[in-house]
């Protein structure tokens, strides 16, 4: 969810989209309990930006985040709540119990600074942990991302489509203490592209021309719909009706709405498709080849 560099947003963000209320603590709606770790966050950071931009563990829990892992590119579409899982290994004091009810924990993504983040998102659930000795667990929680998401706070912007940041919360609910590491590692949130593709005409005599046509288009998050994307750089390949490869033949960028055309020589049967490379802000995506018959 986006935040602005005040604490108690800070606070009361990460309570709500980060990590759902433990059974044990669920009794009173969760009101009091983003209310405490607003109080607590708010405590560990005064007189500091809220965000303070260091990987070291800010707050009075002892624990520390390692191993931080998560999914090179998370695609998100129009429609589809997409959800992906981190693993992290959790360091603590050997007096705390991180599989214990009073215990919460889970991965957080930011966009931007870490002292100024246009969004931060984590998931509905806690993560789950495992120990592995009396000071370290293994944790897999998720971040989930909801394009069709209505709150303001929650909701995703086109132009937050890039490189995200991982970051890490743990709360002790027992003792109400607290701590959130930043700078855990990255990932990048695309918005999905699709790519089409025409050969015409069809059948057509060897050595004539065919046209190509085909359109690159990119899921718009705050419309919900697919619209061109422009001045892309896209590859014509063909692939004969008896190989498995395709070769380039020709680079073509898209036009002021997404289209491409382009025009080439018939020599064999075989297929063609556009092929895009993909951005930091959108993925790669292939055409499925249309066969064309030469005579």
């Known amino acids: 969810m986006r935040f602005r560099a005040t604490v108690a947003a800070v606070s009361g963000a990460l309570a709500l989209s980060a990590l759902a209320l433990p059974a044990a603590h669920a009794a009173d709606g969760g009101a009091s309990y983003r209310a405490g770790v607003a109080e607590a966050l708010a405590r560990h950071t005064s007189g500091k930006a809220a965000f303070t931009a260091t990987a070291a563990p800010i707050g009075d829990l002892d624990v520390s985040f390692s191993d931080f892992r998560i999914a090179k590119a998370v695609k998100v579409g129009t429609t589809n709540r997409v959800s992906t899982t981190v693993t992290f290994t959790l360091t603590h004091d050997a007096g705390l119990d991180p599989t214990g009810d009073g215990f919460a924990t889970g991965p957080l993504i930011y966009r931007g600074s870490s002292d100024d983040p246009d969004n931060v998102l984590g998931g509905e659930d806690p993560a789950t942990c495992v120990k592995k000795t009396a000071t ?19 909701k995703l912007f086109n132009s937050q489509a890039g490189t995200w940041h991982g970051a890490g919360l743990a709360l002790d609910m027992v003792n109400d203490k607290s701590a959130v590491q930043f700078g855990l590692g990255t990932t990048l949130v695309q918005r999905v592209s699709t790519l089409t593709v025409n050969a015409s005409p069809e ?11 085909g359109k690159l288009a990119r899921a718009n998050w705050e419309d919900h719909k697919y619209h061109g994307y422009t001045g892309q750089s896209v590859q014509l390949q063909f692939r004969k009706k008896s190989s498995s490869t395709y070769t380039t033949l020709k680079t073509v960028k898209t036009d002021s709405t997404g289209n ?29 080849g249309d066969f064309v018959d030469v005579q």
Do not use: Q
């Open 136 to 154: 370290t667990a293994t944790c897999k929680g998720p971040i989930d991302i909801n394009p069709r998401e209505t709150d303001a706070d929650l």
């Open 203 to 213: 059948p057509v005599k060897k050595g004539k021309t065919l046209t190509v046509t």
């Open 260 to 288: 491409l055309r382009t025009t080439t020589t018939a020599t064999a049967d075989g297929y063609y498709r556009f092929s895009f490379a993909g951005t930091t802000t959108t993925p790669a995506a292939s055409a499925t």
